[in-house]
């Protein structure tokens, strides 16, 4: 099942590094710059909203089913028959291609034209800005749209539907606004 993630607002993929001197926050990038989502991380995301979903519609037993999907928490995905194995959510090959062509494999280049810088500081309890808070943050520009695929037994398909369109939110910093997004099947033709 292929399924596409459209970014409706700046999102963070967070790699959980920084850079010293410059981001506090980067973006995780494969190697020629271009960003992409760990489909491990989505994983994880998915589990949230699967829970939420059996919750919901009074399914007994929701760890079992759960755990038929996704297996244990932790666990890193596997080809065995009936668990979702997500791959990485990335931006088409043809866009990339037409990427490189303009900014000639510059990886930091791919990135800037990507991304974007967002700072952001801490207010103390007066309403002034706190000394030596300053903190920049990369994030993923809104508009971009990735690709990943699912793959998944065809019984569990109309679940996997109904879960992913209550994932609205993605990334480090998504309970501060970043990471909204629009998550839908990719219908073949």
Known sequence: M???MELLSDVVFG??????GGEDISV???KYGFPYYKGGTFKGIFREELTRYLTWKGI???DAEVKRLLGEKGESSTDESGKLVFSDF????YVKKVVMEEIQDDPSEI?????NI???TKIDEDGMTKKGSLRYCRCVNKGLVFFSEIKCDEKDKELIKDVMLLIKWIGTMRNRGFGKVKISEVKEV
């Open 28 to 30: 995780l990038c494969d």
């Open 90 to 93: 990335q931006l088409t090959d």
């Open 60 to 62: 007994d037993n929701i």
């Open 111 to 115: 990135t800037n034209s990507l991304t």
């Open 2 to 4: 292929k399924i596409k």
């Open 118 to 120: 967002r700072t952001f």
């Open 15 to 20: 790699n959980g590094t920084s850079i010293p």
